[in-house]
């Protein structure tokens, strides 16, 4: 019969095996959730890269594209109220 297998973690960084008791690698030294916290990058055509902006100019941008769609929504609305 074999010993029973050492509970670990795989590393972020270099994919090493690493005991569940160990917060680093031993290898690399990669910390536990090394990477974790990195931030998805949305491209928007014109606006350029979302994840870079402020939390008060991705508000705006929302304000701004909820009143275009608004615009648009007026807009069909007063045409089709003139054709029926």
Do not use: N, Y
């Not at 973690?9 to 910390?31: I, K, N």
């Not at 100019?57 to 608004?70: C, D, E, F, T």
Request: hydrophobic residues 50%; proline residues 6%.
């Amino acid at each position: 019969m074999g010993s029973p297998k050492q509970a670990s973690w795989p590393c972020p960084r270099c994919g090493a095996q690493v005991p569940l008791e160990l917060d680093a690698c031993t290898d690399c030294g990669a910390s536990f959730l090394a990477g974790a916290t990195a931030r998805t990058s949305t491209k928007l055509p014109v606006v350029g890269d979302i994840g870079r902006m402020s939390q008060g100019q991705r508000l705006m941008m929302g304000v701004g594209a909820a009143v275009v769609i608004m615009m648009v929504f007026f807009v069909v609305v007063e045409i089709a109220s003139h054709v029926f």
